[in-house]
């Protein structure tokens, strides 16, 4: 009995220690609690060995044996695995579908926009071509532009703009520019420059450079961020080209004047 406490202890003691070192290595709780469990496991087989013989058997009487014991060790197994954590797939599949959806829609998008600059080049033509017939005498294609014909122009470019605008307020949340900037009194928890008026004074594609190559502007008053390189240069793998003209088209929206945002330095 004495050694069984003992080979207890002595299991507790090195199971501790493994469930200190995982933890102090920031492994999964999981595993710390696998560690654990094979300690323990140790510690029982250990205490077997000191268990008495068992006398010699055979015939019958060692088969039956041999296939209690499978059935308790199966027993064991499938009980012991199904107590661990379970995952449901369904779930997974949501999780995954949350991260791919941004993306589809991204594709999407790109395809309307491509369908978008075809239909503008189809437009552009027919309207070089009525210009063409109309220099020729007649006059049926400005009657056709009238009446709403394929000269008028596209109704739907409108729309397109505002769904683009839309994707580069996504890329804000998206990609969480928020964190650090405060945009329309929201967000900027580690304090970066507030953008509300960011537009007064960088072009579209001045905010592009920005956000693909930090260190290409400073913030006025931010010199000691802007030598720590605390805003990220991560943006240019992490997005798209696509995704970067739409948040920076949506920031070159921004030109709220009440708002103190610093006056960016020309760095590169
Ligand atoms: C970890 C914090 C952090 C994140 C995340 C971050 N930034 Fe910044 N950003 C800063 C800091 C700090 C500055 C000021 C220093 C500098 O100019 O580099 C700055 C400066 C800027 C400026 C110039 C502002 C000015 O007035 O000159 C723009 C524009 C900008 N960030 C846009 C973005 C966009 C867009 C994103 C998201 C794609 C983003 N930032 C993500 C920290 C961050």
């Given at each position: 009995m004495g050694n069984v406490i003992k080979k207890l202890v002595i299991g507790l003691v090195v199971g501790g220690a493994l469930v200190g070192f995982t933890r102090a290595f920031e492994f999964p709780v999981i595993f710390q609690m696998m560690f654990f469990a094979y300690a323990m496991l140790g510690a029982v087989v250990f205490m077997i060995l000191d268990a008495p013989a068992v006398k010699p058997m055979s015939g019958i009487k060692s088969v039956a044996v041999l296939v209690a014991f499978y059935i308790v060790l199966c027993t064991v197994y499938i009980s012991g695995a199904s107590m661990w954590p379970q995952y449901d797939p369904e779930d997974e599949k949501g999780k995954i579908e949350k991260i791919l959806k941004p993306k589809r829609a991204a594709t999407e998008q790109g395809k309307a926009d491509e369908l978008i600059a075809r239909a503008k080049a189809l437009d552009e033509q027919v309207k070089v071509l009525s210009a063409r017939l109309k220099d020729l005498g007649g006059d049926q294609a400005t009657k056709d532009q009238a009446a709403g014909g394929p000269g008028a122009p596209p109704a739907t470019t409108a729309a397109a703009a505002g769904d683009f605008m839309k994707l580069g307020e996504e890329q804000w949340q998206l990609q969480e520019c928020y964190n650090c900037h405060k945009l329309k009194g929201e967000g900027g928890k580690k304090r970066g420059?507030?953008?509300?008026?960011?537009a007064s004074y960088l072009s579209v594609d001045e905010i592009k450079q920005k956000i693909l190559d930090p260190k290409s502007f400073m913030a006025e008053g931010f010199e000691k961020e802007y030598e720590k390189g605390k805003m990220p240069d991560k943006y240019k793998d992490l997005m798209e080209e696509k995704d970067v003209v739409a948040l920076a088209s949506w920031l070159g929206t921004f030109k709220n004047t009440s708002v103190a945002t610093p006056k960016p330095i020309k760095k590169k």
């Amino acid at each position: 009995m004495g050694n069984v406490i003992k080979k207890l202890v002595i299991g507790l003691v090195v199971g501790g220690a493994l469930v200190g070192f995982t933890r102090a290595f920031e492994f999964p709780v999981i595993f710390q609690m696998m560690f654990f469990a094979y300690a323990m496991l140790g510690a029982v087989v250990f205490m077997i060995l000191d268990a008495p013989a068992v006398k010699p058997m055979s015939g019958i009487k060692s088969v039956a044996v041999l296939v209690a014991f499978y059935i308790v060790l199966c027993t064991v197994y499938i009980s012991g695995a199904s107590m661990w954590p379970q995952y449901d797939p369904e779930d997974e599949k949501g999780k995954i579908e949350k991260i791919l959806k941004p993306k589809r829609a991204a594709t999407e998008q790109g395809k309307a926009d491509e369908l978008i600059a075809r239909a503008k080049a189809l437009d552009e033509q027919v309207k070089v071509l009525s210009a063409r017939l109309k220099d020729l005498g007649g006059d049926q294609a400005t009657k056709d532009q009238a009446a709403g014909g394929p000269g008028a122009p596209p109704a739907t470019t409108a729309a397109a703009a505002g769904d683009f605008m839309k994707l580069g307020e996504e890329q804000w949340q998206l990609q969480e520019c928020y964190n650090c900037h405060k945009l329309k009194g929201e967000g900027g928890k580690k304090r970066g420059p507030e953008l509300d008026n960011i537009a007064s004074y960088l072009s579209v594609d001045e905010i592009k450079q920005k956000i693909l190559d930090p260190k290409s502007f400073m913030a006025e008053g931010f010199e000691k961020e802007y030598e720590k390189g605390k805003m990220p240069d991560k943006y240019k793998d992490l997005m798209e080209e696509k995704d970067v003209v739409a948040l920076a088209s949506w920031l070159g929206t921004f030109k709220n004047t009440s708002v103190a945002t610093p006056k960016p330095i020309k760095k590169k």
